[in-house]
């Protein structure tokens, strides 16, 4: 580890009030008197010292937050944490302070001063605690297991930022959307959605992207990596949020339903490219023969045609298809299933296309 040597030259003129501090010190001692704990502490952690194993006692418990320490003076002076007294005020930004080590701590943030490097990787760090956090990152270190899903953290605080999502509890609502959020940091990402800002670029495709995660998982699909398997079907997935989606094709389930025409989907994306149909929005051309197309995964599977490419074929008559869509068409040949009906001689059919077709002869 090594320490950047720059001594800061940090002045704190602001003082607490000698009295207050008094009165906060012997309310202290006195709730300290009265509510005495015969508890000892002996700590589970093993504190390596030159070799030599130690058991550190810990007697002294705070009786607001159940922290331990070795002795009263430090049990006391941490005492004023909870006081809720806060008289050291930092100049920069008005925010308060019970003591005066943690106003120029503070301080240290405003003044850019990181003076604890790691030799790993060169961050930098204000405090000697911080880097010893990190290092943590750098050992590989884990002991942090979470029961739900098996996923370890180095830090117990990620463990709970993590328990969070188990828990199903969203409390960052978007006042534009009225969508939510379980952290904090996913509706900042959110808000680029609103405000248009896209300033991560894909350099494979050249597509933007409003948040770095989103460019994250994007870039999955570049990769080719596809570790998520449809333990019903096989099929492969680059992220987790497609297979989740996927999987509503298997159970059946298809509960958002389109106020056009009344069709059901599994999935709301799903439910949003058909309503470009009823938009007549087409703004994806075939450069091959013009025809536009409400998406791009239309024009997609339109490219097909003009490449030749027929993987779809009939386990009935061999007979091979372009798209997976016009292959089911097909099958309804070999099924025998006739639903469509001419209300004019009761002629029926397997395709409403070849129905309409019929009913122009009735028209002549």
């Given at each position: 580890m090594e320490v950047i040597k720059e001594e800061p030259n940090?002045?704190?003129e602001c003082e607490m009030n000698e009295d207050l501090k008094g009165e906060v010190k012997q309310e202290i001692d006195l709730k300290l008197k009265n509510e005495v704990s015969e508890e000892i502490f002996i700590s589970n952690e093993i504190v390596q010292d030159k070799g030599a194993l130690s058991t550190e006692v810990k007697k002294f418990k705070c009786l607001d937050c159940d922290r331990w320490f070795n002795c009263k003076n430090q049990?006391?002076?941490h005492m004023m944490v909870h006081s809720r007294v806060k008289e050291f005020e930092c100049t920069e930004c008005g925010k308060l302070f019970s003591g005066n080590s943690n106003?120029?701590?503070?301080?240290?943030?405003?003044?850019?001063?990181?003076?604890?490097r790691c030799d790993e990787c060169g961050k930098l760090f204000r405090t000697k605690g911080n880097l010893k956090q990190h290092l943590v990152i750098h050992s590989g270190v884990k002991k942090f297991k979470c029961d739900e899903c098996g996923k370890e953290f180095s830090y117990k605080s990620h463990l709970k930022s993590h328990l969070v999502f188990h828990s199903g509890v969203k409390r960052f609502k978007?006042?534009?959307c009225g969508k939510c959020f379980t952290y904090k940091s996913n509706l900042n990402d959110h808000f680029l959605v609103h405000s248009g800002v896209k300033k991560f670029k894909c350099e494979e495709c050249g597509k933007l992207f409003g948040s770095k995660g989103d460019l994250t998982q994007h870039l999955l699909?570049?990769?080719?990596?596809?570790?998520?398997?449809?333990?019903?079907?096989?099929?492969?997935?680059?992220h987790k949020s497609n297979l989740k989606n996927h999987l509503i094709v298997h159970s059946g389930v298809k509960e958002f339903k389109c106020d056009e025409c009344g069709k059901l989907f599994g999935c709301k994306g799903d439910l949003?490219?058909?309503l470009l149909i009823h938009s007549g929005v087409k703004k994806f051309k075939c450069e091959e023969c013009g025809k536009l197309f409400a998406s791009k995964g239309d024009l997609k599977k339109h490219i097909l045609i003009h490449l030749g490419v027929k993987e779809f074929i009939c386990n009935e008559c061999g007979k091979h298809f372009g798209r997976k869509g016009d292959l089911t068409q097909h099958l309804l040949i070999h099924s025998g299933v006739k639903k469509f009906r001419c209300e004019e001689c009761g002629r029926l059919f397997a395709h409403k296309s070849n129905f309409k077709k019929h009913l122009l002869v009735h028209s002549l």
């Open positions: 940090v002045m704190v049990l006391t002076q106003l120029k701590q503070h301080l240290e943030i405003h003044l850019g001063m990181k003076k604890f978007c006042d534009e699909i570049h990769s080719g990596v596809k570790k998520f398997r449809c333990e019903e079907c096989g099929k492969l997935f680059a949003k490219k058909h």
